[in-house]
């Protein structure tokens, strides 16, 4: 294994080399190089193996367009699959490991599985496995799939920096156009940011600008300075992978090895593409062989990191292009030899080329350096809906000329001369952009000899060669897209930027068409892949989708409150760190023996005001608002135009023209949102207010036998009495100097009393209404009870003892259908056939025999005649201390009168239970009106 | 991310806005007999244009509605109109 | 049709796949066929196939716009699956299912369908209440099911986050066993060629631009070919059936959006099954490739924009690494779009359109995939035998004037 390396060049450090390891050996590099420099520096030929045959694969390509050097990275205990060598800079201690490969990728135990390769070419997996069944065969072939391997390890460090900009004008590509427009732009005081995908800024420049009589590195340097001189921002190691609508430009940013980048959301003015163009591969037989390399990157490799690919290379090449860095690579030593490409021509050698064999005559060599004409790379342009022409010249597919929002330079422009690239950029930065100059690039089509000898690669990475592409036609998946996913050409990591014009090329020669009329292939981000955690910026865990806390949460955690998430809120189930269901059932007994305090301050409260408020609200609900008198409560559904009860909820006529619409707690965005669509569609948007106040007031509910006795020693204004504040009434007052509101409402079915007050005296609040319920030897009581307590009243819960099919009358709320005089919202909806329909499910309750638990919530009731099937299902079932077991269920009304019995199913269990009503406490309600 | 501008509060993220309906429909007077198919066509029936179209959305953060126009496929804003210039 | 074998296929791998034969014509189209069928995804070739293999109606043409299998059939993310609460929609998805479960061997295709389960977490508590009810419907619509403890859903998807401090922390699980995955271009490939093979015309690259009508009849379409005349006329366009409708001057109960879909690189195996977390919004499968192909909610904006967009890719990544963050380092190779269909209820509309000779598959919004043998069976037996087959009559378009919608989100809280 000889060193590669010069003595002298490249952009790399010699004052510090670093090690690292390539499976299981120890190797030394620069500052400044990538792995795969590296490695071709040591010598090391093989560096991986292809997927599906296990092919020996060598480096390819110098950055993104590498289908080969695919390593798992271990850097810092931390493991990185599917790296790039030829993007990754080394580090010290970096640990890389060839992916598909076993042991390693020099000797991989799998490399036999190449001799089937017969049997196995385009569509195979479609034509077999068919006998005796595919599950036979999967785990098998599974087993095989995949290249890298994924740390399973929860990974804790992967929030990654979000960033939002914006600029005047975003130029992708750091080459001499790129920088040559950025400083156009930034000189004509646009702001301009600049990005770039390597750590050194220069593109294609070092590999042919000293050709062109151009230093570089001052040039560059001299860009550079002026384009921050004028005020330009310059984004290195950044990826543009994406344009998306509205000129929103994703970038990831490098941070580092292992690090997870940042994401820029960039909106930029204008896009200025400067993203250069790919060399292509040219097909010949065994041209996969390790040591058969694109040109360019020879030509990257000797100008970045000063490696010689070989130093005895044949080059085959279709275009002028090509010519300068056969020049330089020449100059450095190389003894290149240019050969033609004929038909016929083979690679030699097994592991790694030895020459090519033309016909009889072998021509030894120690690479193969292929250059099969550029192609820009028009990928951005693509995902932004830029249109591409056909150029015969320069045989690719270019951009057709620019947008407002959008131009194209340099050799993603297909301007690959490099005088011709910086005029062209300079007048696109400086806004008075040119058309594209005429070429001086010549290039002939190296036609692809369809049925030509030998197993002549098309994609290295997949394994497609020209007779899978030859299968693919003769089978008439000739479409591009068929073409693709028959064959998988250009589904690699490298998304087809080294197989796609050689596939398209083959596919154009066996159908005798020009390339432009067998297709184009689709662009799609990103344009190289990017890891998920990119998306992953300070929303996580807790702060993905973030709960609503209380006001009062300070206040239940001192009583030990156990804190649940309930449609979106954090509220107490329960309070004290004792047995679950001990302590829910001894609050809920406790609420119905004396009283419990209970935070209800997620509960609703939107605010309607005006002169129309009454009669929008008597449009938005179904029953009827207009008679509700000021001061008075009315308990009401909300339904959707489709007529289902979207909510319920009480609502309170403050005065003539001013309500508080009171909606459940999950729903009050959602109810918002409703009420405001409704307000300004069909009404005078001046007449009517919509406020929500939902969290500007804090409310505790006081509930139970005892509940105006705790209120009642609390100093404040509301007479309390029966007859003078009975059953949904609503009273203001205050307490103290602080403004009090008390609604007589009750969702336990006792007497209760929602006192609120503005959020700020929550405190207050609560510590008065705990003090004097602690004489009264009154407690406070969390969700889980309450849930209980309504339960037992057959109070339901809109969306648990609901459904999306659930009409007001199923829960016994007909009058309004019937009788309601105004229209309303839903109205037409609740005579429908299926709205009429005898069989629809109604609300009931479900009573167990004596001395059997309670039934599991989502247990359906079945009937067995004609066949099994569902009846209805449990919505909500307790243990009640106060009443048993007790269960709400919507169930299909032919089979839900009282006093039937029925089959419940649960998890293959069948019980049988009676049909009872779903009030199971006080169904007078003398309770309520106590 | 695409930028919807509401005429009251200006440009920002779509995620702010809420789609409404398809402008021009009116709520039939159901005080009147009103057919099922007529009914239905109110609740269900869209144009779902291709192209060039004109929605109701509402900028939840200040909560008005609008008329916004912009083209389906290539998701160019054409306009934002408060309602009440509408005349919707 | 040459069938495949193992004897064809070890023939031909000796002779370079020299004698392998066209898996579908590109025929001219004729004048005038008994059914024109619009658009030729899965849904499309698969009615052309059914009514030409179980009703003997062979004169057929099946025109597509693009190439075959382009358009939802070829952008979905390849879930098969009948966990459904409503007897309709069980019904329907399961003889989806029961057909894919043949459907290599009567192809004589292998569309790789892949029964690795479908699990759908649940989070808490009150989820687990609902999972239940899931449960039990599945079971007495006589779907398999398994009701799965946390301890069991790790046994069968390590990777998942099983920390106490995760957002969603994992309580349990329904899974149904055959669930799974299919691949997506072999059934439509695999449909294509059993069709053609059957007489079936398949014409790519052929637009159509108007129908033609005659006293009230759809009677044949215009397309980029030329006049096409039929008896009968299908449109199975998917996300373009509002355009189509509004062609024959009617309109849908469909607003139409792009769904995105993700794939990362291959990697080796880490999820043996398909997981769906409807809290979260995300549903993840890997591929027998090794890729890991993931999905979540519609965009925000009814669009027929093909493509996707950032909003979405936040949320439905976000949401994955907060269940799956052992995949934070994982890569995105590739995410695209396809244009749906969502009808008010999320189910579909399959059988007469209200006008005379034309019919519709459509509406199958996020899940058309899944449903491709049955779409295809259904709408080929409703339009050969005038009547609906008991399992499509729910889904006739009427419904939405009977007011008998059939929208599972309403009781399982499980997206579509």
Same mark, same amino acid.
């Given at each position: 294994?000889?060193?590669?390396?010069?003595?002298?060049?490249?952009?790399?450090?010699?004052?510090?080399?670093?090690?690292?390891?390539?499976?299981?050996?120890?190797?030394?590099?620069?500052?400044?190089?990538?792995?795969?420099?590296?490695?071709?520096?040591?010598?090391?030929?093989?560096?991986?193996?292809?997927?599906?045959?296990?092919?020996?694969?060598?480096?390819?390509?110098?950055?993104?367009?590498?289908?080969?050097?695919?390593?798992?990275?271990?850097?810092?205990?931390?493991?990185?699959?599917?790296?790039?060598?030829?993007?990754?800079?080394?580090?010290?201690?970096?640990?890389?490991?060839?992916?598909?490969?076993?042991? !390693?990728?020099?000797?991989?135990?799998?490399?036999?599985?190449?001799?089937?390769?017969?049997?196995?070419?385009?569509?195979?997996?479609?034509?077999?496995?068919?006998?005796?069944?595919?599950?036979?065969?999967?785990?098998?072939?599974?087993?095989?799939?995949?290249?890298? /391997?994924?740390?399973?390890?929860?990974?804790?460090?992967?929030?990654?920096?979000?960033?939002?900009?914006?600029?005047?004008?975003?130029?992708?590509?750091?080459?001499?156009?790129?920088?040559?427009?950025?400083?156009?732009?930034?000189?004509?005081?646009?702001?301009?940011?600049?990005?770039?995908?390597?750590?050194?800024?220069?593109?294609?420049?070092?590999?042919?600008?000293?050709?062109?009589?151009?230093?570089?590195?001052?040039?560059?340097?001299?860009?550079?300075?002026?384009?921050?001189?004028?005020?330009?921002?310059?984004?290195?190691?950044?990826?543009?992978?994406?344009?998306?609508?509205?000129? @929103?430009?994703?970038?990831?940013?490098? #941070?580092?090895?292992?690090?997870?980048?940042?994401?820029?959301?960039?909106?930029?003015?204008?896009?200025?593409?400067?993203?250069?163009?790919?060399?292509?591969?040219?097909?010949?037989?065994?041209?996969? +062989?390790?040591?058969?390399?694109?040109?360019?990157?020879?030509?990257?490799?000797?100008?970045?990191?000063?490696?010689?690919?070989?130093?005895?290379?044949?080059?085959?090449?279709?275009?002028?292009?090509?010519?300068?860095?056969?020049?330089?690579?020449?100059?450095?030593?190389?003894?290149?030899?240019?050969?033609?490409?004929?038909?016929?021509?083979?690679?030699?050698?097994?592991?790694?080329? !030895?020459?090519?064999?033309?016909?009889?005559?072998?021509?030894?060599?120690?690479?193969?350096?292929?250059?099969?004409?550029? &192609?820009?790379?028009?990928?951005?342009?693509?995902?932004?809906?830029?249109?591409?022409?056909?150029?015969? &010249?320069?045989?690719?597919?270019?951009?057709?000329?620019?947008?407002?929002?959008?131009?194209?330079?340099?050799?993603?422009?297909? &301007?690959?001369?490099?005088?011709?690239?910086?005029?062209?950029?300079?007048?696109?930065?400086?806004?008075?952009?040119?058309?594209?100059?005429?070429?001086?690039?010549?290039?002939?089509?190296?036609?692809?000899?369809?049925?030509?000898?030998?197993?002549?690669?098309?994609?290295?990475?997949?394994?497609?060669?020209?007779?899978?592409?030859?299968?693919?036609?003769?089978?008439?998946?000739?479409?591009?897209?068929?073409?693709?996913?028959?064959?998988?050409?250009?589904?690699?990591?490298?998304?087809?930027?080294?197989?796609?014009?050689?596939?398209?090329?083959?596919?154009?020669?066996?159908?005798?068409?020009?390339?432009? #009329?067998?297709?184009?292939?689709?662009?799609?981000?990103?344009?190289?892949?990017?890891?998920?955690?990119?998306?992953?910026?300070?929303?996580?865990?807790?702060?993905?989708?973030?709960?609503?806390?209380?006001?009062?949460?300070?206040?239940?955690?001192? +009583?030990?409150?156990?804190?649940?998430?309930?449609?979106?809120?954090?509220?107490?189930?329960?309070?004290?760190?004792?047995?679950?269901?001990?302590?829910?059932?001894?609050?809920?007994?406790?609420?119905?023996?004396?009283?419990?305090?209970?935070?209800?301050?997620?509960?609703?409260?939107?605010?309607?005001?005006?002169?129309?408020?009454?009669?929008?609200?008597?449009?938005?609900?179904?029953?009827?608002?207009?008679?509700?008198?000021?001061?008075?409560?009315?308990?009401?559904?909300?339904?959707?135009?489709?007529?289902?009860?979207?909510?319920?909820?009480?609502?309170?006529?403050?005065?003539?023209?001013?309500?508080?619409?009171?909606?459940?707690?999950?729903?009050?965005?959602?109810?918002?949102?409703? @009420?405001?669509?409704?307000?300004?569609?069909?009404?005078?948007?001046?007449?009517?207010?919509?406020?929500?106040? &939902?969290?500007?007031?804090?409310?505790? !509910?006081?509930?139970?036998?005892?509940?105006?006795?705790?209120?009642?020693?609390?100093?404040?204004?509301?007479?309390?009495?029966?007859?003078?504040?009975?059953?949904?009434?609503?009273?203001?007052?205050?307490?103290?100097?602080?403004?009090?509101?008390?609604?007589?409402?009750?969702?336990?079915?006792?007497?209760?009393?929602?006192?609120?007050?503005?959020?700020?005296?929550?405190?207050?609040?609560?510590?008065?209404?705990?003090?004097?319920?602690?004489?009264?030897?009154?407690?406070?009581?969390? @969700?889980? /009870?309450?849930?209980? +307590?309504?339960?037992?009243?057959?109070?339901?819960?809109?969306?648990?003892?609901?459904?999306?099919?659930?009409?007001?009358?199923?829960?016994?709320?007909?009058?309004?259908?019937?009788?309601?005089?105004?229209?309303?919202?839903?109205?037409?909806?609740?005579?429908?056939?299926?709205?009429?329909?005898?069989?629809?499910?109604?609300?009931?309750?479900?009573?167990?025999?004596?001395?059997?638990?309670?039934?599991? !919530?989502?247990?359906?009731?079945?009937?067995?005649?004609?066949?099994?099937?569902?009846?209805?299902?449990?919505?909500?079932?307790?243990?009640?201390?106060?009443?048993?077991?007790?269960?709400?269920?919507?169930?299909?009304?032919?089979?839900?009168?009282?006093?039937?019995?029925?089959?419940?199913?649960?998890?293959?269990?069948?019980?049988?239970?009676?049909?009872?009503?779903?009030?199971?406490?006080?169904?007078?309600?003398?309770?309520?009106?106590? | 991310?695409?930028?919807?501008? *509401?005429?009251? *509060?200006?440009?920002?993220?779509?995620?702010?806005?809420?789609?409404? $309906?398809? $402008?021009?429909?009116?709520?039939?007077?159901?005080?009147?007999?009103?057919?099922?198919?007529?009914? $239905?066509?109110?609740?269900?029936?869209?144009?779902?244009?291709?192209?060039?179209?004109?929605?109701?959305?509402?900028?939840?953060?200040?909560?008005?509605?609008?008329?916004?126009?912009?083209?389906?496929?290539?998701?160019?804003?054409?306009?934002?109109?408060?309602?009440?210039?509408?005349?919707? | 049709?040459?069938?495949?074998?193992?004897?064809?296929?070890?023939?031909?791998?000796?002779?370079?796949?020299?004698?392998?034969?066209?898996?579908?014509?590109?025929?001219?189209?004729?004048?005038?066929?008994?059914?024109?069928?619009?658009?030729?995804?899965?849904?499309?070739?698969?009615?052309?196939?059914?009514?030409?293999?179980?009703?003997?109606?062979?004169?057929?043409?099946?025109?597509?716009?693009?190439?075959?299998?382009?358009?939802?059939?070829?952008?979905?993310?390849?879930?098969?699956?009948?966990?459904?609460?409503?007897?309709?929609?069980?019904?329907?998805?399961?003889?989806?299912?029961?057909?894919?479960?043949?459907?290599?061997?009567?192809?004589?295709?292998?569309?790789?369908?892949?029964?690795?389960?479908?699990?759908?977490?649940?989070?808490?508590?009150?989820?687990?209440?609902?999972?239940?009810?899931?449960?039990?419907?599945?079971?007495?619509?006589?779907?398999?099911?398994?009701?799965?403890?946390?301890?069991?859903?790790?046994?069968?998807?390590?990777?998942?986050?099983?920390?106490?401090?995760?957002?969603?922390?994992?309580?349990?699980?329904?899974?149904?066993?055959?669930?799974?995955?299919?691949?997506?271009?072999?059934?439509?490939?695999?449909?294509?060629?059993?069709?053609?093979?059957?007489?079936?015309?398949?014409?790519?690259?052929?637009?159509?631009?108007?129908?033609?009508?005659?006293?009230?009849?759809?009677?044949?379409?215009?397309?980029?070919?030329?006049?096409?005349?039929?008896?009968?006329?299908?449109?199975?366009?998917?996300?373009?059936?509002?355009?189509?409708?509004?062609?024959?001057?009617?309109?849908?109960?469909?607003?139409?959006?792009?769904?995105?879909?993700?794939?990362?690189?291959?990697?080796?195996?880490?999820?043996?099954?398909?997981?769906?977390?409807?809290?979260?919004?995300?549903?993840?499968?890997?591929?027998?490739?090794?890729?890991?192909?993931?999905?979540?909610?519609?965009?925000?904006?009814?669009?027929?924009?093909?493509?996707?967009?950032?909003?979405?890719?936040?949320?439905?990544?976000?949401?994955?690494?907060?269940?799956?963050?052992?995949?934070?380092?994982?890569?995105?190779?590739?995410?695209?779009?396809?244009?749906?269909?969502?009808?008010?209820?999320?189910?579909?509309?399959?059988?007469?359109?209200?006008?005379?000779?034309?019919?519709?598959?459509?509406?199958?919004?996020?899940?058309?995939?899944?449903?491709?043998?049955?779409?295809?069976?259904?709408?080929?037996?409703?339009?050969?035998?005038?009547?609906?087959?008991?399992?499509?009559?729910?889904?006739?378009?009427?419904?939405?004037?009977?007011?008998?919608?059939?929208?599972?989100?309403?009781?399982?809280?499980?997206?579509?």
């Amino acid at each position: 294994m000889t060193t590669r390396r010069l003595n002298s060049g490249g952009l790399i450090d010699r004052s510090k080399p670093i090690s690292f390891w390539f499976d299981g050996k120890t190797y030394e590099g620069f500052e400044g190089d990538t792995l795969a420099s590296a490695l071709l520096a040591n010598g090391v030929s093989i560096v991986g193996r292809s997927f599906k045959y296990h092919r020996p694969r060598g480096v390819w390509s110098a950055w993104v367009d590498e289908p080969n050097a695919i390593m798992n990275i271990r850097l810092n205990g931390k493991e990185q699959p599917n790296c790039l060598a030829t993007t990754t800079y080394i580090e010290e201690g970096m640990a890389a490991r060839s992916v598909n490969a076993f042991p !390693t990728a020099k000797y991989d135990i799998k490399g036999g599985l190449d001799l089937f390769h017969r049997f196995l070419g385009a569509g195979f997996y479609y034509k077999t496995f068919i006998w005796p069944d595919w599950h036979l065969f999967e785990p098998a072939i599974r087993k095989m799939a995949g290249l890298g /391997a994924v740390d399973r390890e929860v990974l804790e460090d992967f929030q990654s920096a979000q960033n939002h900009a914006k600029c005047d004008v975003l130029v992708v590509g750091g080459g001499a156009a790129g920088l040559t427009a950025a400083r156009a732009a930034a000189e004509a005081g646009k702001d301009v940011v600049l990005v770039d995908d390597q750590r050194v800024l220069g593109g294609s420049l070092y590999r042919c600008g000293a050709t062109a009589d151009i230093d570089p590195d001052e040039w560059v340097a001299a860009q550079k300075t002026a384009i921050e001189n004028a005020g330009g921002r310059i984004l290195t190691h950044t990826t543009a992978y994406g344009v998306y609508d509205h000129g @929103l430009v994703a970038l990831v940013q490098s #941070q580092g090895f292992g690090r997870a980048p940042a994401l820029w959301r960039m909106r930029a003015g204008q896009v200025i593409m400067a993203t250069g163009a790919l060399d292509r591969p040219i097909t010949f037989a065994k041209n996969d +062989l390790p040591g058969t390399m694109s040109l360019n990157a020879a030509g990257e490799y000797l100008a970045r990191y000063g490696v010689m690919a070989a130093n005895k290379p044949l080059v085959m090449r279709n275009n002028s292009h090509a010519s300068a860095t056969i020049e330089n690579l020449r100059a450095a030593g190389s003894k290149v030899e240019e050969i033609d490409h004929v038909d016929g021509i083979t690679n030699q050698g097994r592991k790694h080329t !030895t020459g090519l064999r033309i016909g009889k005559d072998q021509i030894d060599a120690d690479g193969v350096l292929v250059s099969g004409g550029l &192609t820009p790379l028009v990928h951005l342009w693509r995902h932004a809906g830029g249109k591409l022409d056909w150029c015969e &010249t320069r045989q690719a597919f270019v951009p057709k000329p620019a947008t407002d929002a959008m131009i194209a330079i340099g050799a993603a422009n297909g &301007t690959y001369d490099l005088a011709q690239a910086i005029e062209e950029a300079e007048a696109a930065g400086k806004g008075t952009p040119i058309d594209r100059p005429s070429t001086t690039y010549t290039t002939t089509l190296i036609d692809t000899k369809p049925h030509s000898k030998g197993r002549q690669w098309i994609d290295f990475q997949h394994d497609v060669t020209l007779k899978d592409i030859e299968v693919a036609a003769r089978e008439n998946y000739v479409s591009v897209e068929h073409l693709k996913r028959y064959t998988t050409l250009g589904m690699a990591f490298d998304q087809g930027k080294t197989s796609n014009m050689a596939g398209l090329t083959a596919m154009a020669a066996l159908r005798g068409k020009p390339i432009p #009329q067998v297709g184009t292939t689709t662009f799609r981000p990103p344009f190289v892949p990017v890891p998920l955690e990119i998306y992953h910026g300070a929303k996580t865990k807790q702060l993905w989708s973030p709960v609503k806390r209380l006001p009062l949460e300070d206040k239940h955690r001192d +009583l030990d409150a156990a804190f649940c998430e309930y449609g979106g809120w954090l509220r107490p189930g329960w309070y004290g760190s004792g047995d679950r269901d001990a302590t829910i059932q001894k609050e809920a007994k406790a609420a119905r023996d004396t009283a419990g305090i209970f935070d209800g301050s997620t509960l609703g409260k939107i605010e309607v005001m005006g002169p129309d408020a009454e009669a929008f609200l008597n449009f938005v609900y179904y029953n009827t608002i207009k008679s509700l008198k000021p001061g008075g409560i009315r308990y009401g559904f909300m339904l959707t135009e489709g007529g289902i009860v979207y909510d319920d909820g009480v609502v309170t006529r403050v005065d003539q023209n001013r309500f508080i619409v009171s909606c459940s707690s999950s729903h009050v965005d959602g109810v918002r949102t409703h @009420l405001e669509a409704w307000r300004q569609d069909g009404n005078d948007p001046d007449r009517i207010f919509v406020h929500d106040q &939902t969290t500007a007031w804090a409310t505790v !509910t006081v509930t139970g036998p005892k509940a105006r006795d705790v209120l009642s020693s609390l100093d404040t204004t509301i007479d309390l009495a029966p007859d003078a504040f009975p059953h949904m009434t609503f009273r203001e007052g205050t307490m103290g100097a602080i403004p009090l509101r008390i609604a007589r409402v009750s969702f336990s079915g006792d007497l209760s009393y929602e006192v609120s007050v503005p959020t700020g005296h929550a405190e207050t609040l609560w510590n008065a209404i705990t003090a004097a319920g602690k004489e009264q030897g009154v407690s406070p009581i969390g @969700l889980e /009870a309450m849930s209980i +307590l309504r339960a037992e009243k057959g109070f339901i819960i809109i969306g648990k003892d609901t459904d999306g099919e659930t009409m007001p009358h199923d829960l016994g709320f007909t009058i309004p259908r019937a009788k309601k005089k105004a229209a309303f919202i839903g109205d037409r909806s609740l005579h429908t056939e299926k709205a009429n329909a005898d069989d629809r499910k109604v609300l009931v309750g479900l009573s167990v025999p004596d001395g059997e638990p309670p039934l599991a !919530t989502g247990a359906h009731a079945f009937t067995e005649t004609p066949t099994r099937r569902s009846l209805g299902y449990v919505t909500s079932s307790y243990q009640s201390p106060n009443v048993g077991p007790i269960a709400l269920a919507i169930i299909e009304a032919p089979h839900a009168k009282v006093g039937d019995t029925i089959k419940i199913w649960h998890k293959e269990e069948v019980r049988e239970v009676t049909i009872c009503d779903p009030c199971r406490f006080d169904s007078e309600g003398g309770r309520l009106h106590a | 991310m695409q930028i919807f501008t *509401c005429p009251f *509060c200006g440009p920002r993220d779509e995620r702010e806005f809420h789609f409404i $309906a398809e $402008a021009g429909k009116t709520r039939p007077d159901t005080l009147n007999q009103i057919s099922d198919e007529d009914w $239905a066509a109110y609740l269900h029936s869209h144009r779902n244009e291709k192209g060039h179209v004109r929605e109701i959305w509402m900028h939840t953060t200040c909560g008005e509605l609008f008329l916004l126009e912009r083209d389906s496929v290539t998701m160019e804003v054409l306009g934002s109109t408060a309602l009440r210039e509408a005349g919707q | 049709m040459k069938r495949y074998s193992a004897w064809q296929l070890f023939r031909e791998g000796l002779r370079g796949g020299k004698g392998w034969g066209m898996a579908w014509r590109t025929p001219k189209p004729k004048k005038q066929y008994d059914v024109v069928i619009i658009g030729a995804g899965g849904h499309g070739l698969s009615t052309a196939y059914y009514l030409a293999k179980n009703h003997g109606i062979t004169d057929i043409a099946v025109i597509e716009k693009g190439w075959l299998g382009g358009g939802n059939t070829g952008r979905n993310t390849t879930a098969i699956r009948s966990n459904y609460f409503y007897p309709e929609s069980a019904q329907l998805y399961d003889l989806s299912v029961r057909l894919y479960e043949g459907l290599s061997k009567d192809l004589n295709y292998n569309v790789m369908f892949s029964q690795r389960g479908m699990m759908v977490l649940a989070h808490s508590e009150p989820e687990m209440e609902m999972a239940a009810r899931q449960y039990n419907a599945m079971r007495l619509n006589g779907i398999d099911a398994e009701f799965l403890d946390a301890k069991e859903v790790r046994k069968r998807a390590p990777i998942l986050n099983y920390r106490d401090d995760a957002r969603y922390p994992i309580h349990g699980a329904v899974n149904q066993p055959r669930g799974g995955t299919g691949r997506h271009d072999a059934v439509a490939w695999g449909y294509a060629r059993a069709a053609d093979a059957l007489g079936v015309d398949i014409i790519q690259n052929c637009e159509v631009t108007d129908f033609l009508m005659e006293g009230g009849r759809c009677v044949g379409v215009n397309t980029a070919f030329g006049e096409i005349r039929s008896g009968m006329v299908a449109a199975t366009v998917a996300g373009h059936s509002s355009v189509i409708a509004g062609m024959a001057g009617f309109k849908l109960p469909i607003h139409s959006y792009a769904l995105q879909a993700f794939v990362s690189e291959p990697y080796k195996p880490v999820l043996d099954t398909v997981v769906l977390s409807p809290a979260v919004g995300t549903y993840i499968s890997q591929s027998d490739k090794g890729g890991l192909v993931f999905g979540g909610a519609l965009d925000r904006v009814p669009s027929y924009g093909q493509r996707g967009n950032m909003p979405v890719q936040e949320a439905v990544i976000g949401g994955l690494l907060e269940f799956m963050p052992a995949l934070s380092k994982v890569k995105l190779l590739r995410h695209w779009g396809g244009i749906v269909d969502v009808t008010p209820d999320s189910s579909p509309i399959i059988g007469p359109s209200g006008v005379d000779g034309l019919y519709l598959n459509c509406g199958w919004g996020t899940g058309g995939f899944k449903a491709i043998p049955a779409g295809g069976y259904l709408l080929a037996h409703r339009m050969a035998t005038g009547q609906h087959h008991e399992i499509s009559r729910p889904f006739d378009l009427d419904r939405f004037t009977t007011g008998r919608l059939i929208d599972e989100s309403a009781a399982s809280g499980i997206a579509h």
